[in-house]
Nanobody, 132 residues
Framework: QVQLVESGGGLVQAGGSLRLSCAASGLTFGSYAMGWFRQGPGNEREFVAAITWNPFAYRHALPYYADSVKGRFTISRDNAKNTVDLQMNSLKPEDTAVYYC????????????????????WGQGTQVTVSS
């Protein structure tokens, strides 16, 4: 049974930082690209960041970011621990949302990384609230 469990959400003031973590189990972690999405009140689920894994490529892991978080958020993965983290700095009130971890099998292209319906597994989400 595949499980993705997010942690690290909470309440933070604007300008502050949070680090989200997602622990995966029940899957071959190195066979999946990992993504973070978020969904604010009344909004659709939107792409935040993703990181691929290709052991045959020169750069095994490639990160991708939404324009709205580029330069503020950093995604990383630890294949030995089956975890993917999202370091969030310079947080803004508009970052307030439930953040979800997701896993997509294989070597998806950018279009597939951006699309929630392409992901195979999802976590339950963790709330991030940024106060002004």
């Amino acid at each position: 049974q595949v499980q993705l469990v997010e942690s690290g959400g909470g309440l933070v003031q604007a300008g502050g930082s949070l680090r989200l973590s997602c622990a995966a189990s029940g899957l071959t972690f190195g066979s999946y690209a990992m993504g973070w999405f978020r969904q604010g009140p009344g909004n659709e689920r939107e792409f935040v960041a993703a990181i691929t894994w290709n052991p045959f490529a020169y750069r095994h892991a490639l990160p991708y970011y939404a324009d709205s978080v580029k330069g503020r958020f950093t995604i990383s993965r630890d294949n030995a621990k089956n975890t993917v983290d999202l370091q969030m700095n310079s947080l803004k009130p508009e970052d307030t949302a439930v953040y979800y971890c997701a896993a997509e099998r294989g070597f998806p292209n950018l279009e597939a990384l951006l699309a929630p319906d392409k992901y195979d597994y999802w976590g339950q989400g963790t709330q991030v609230t940024v106060s002004s």
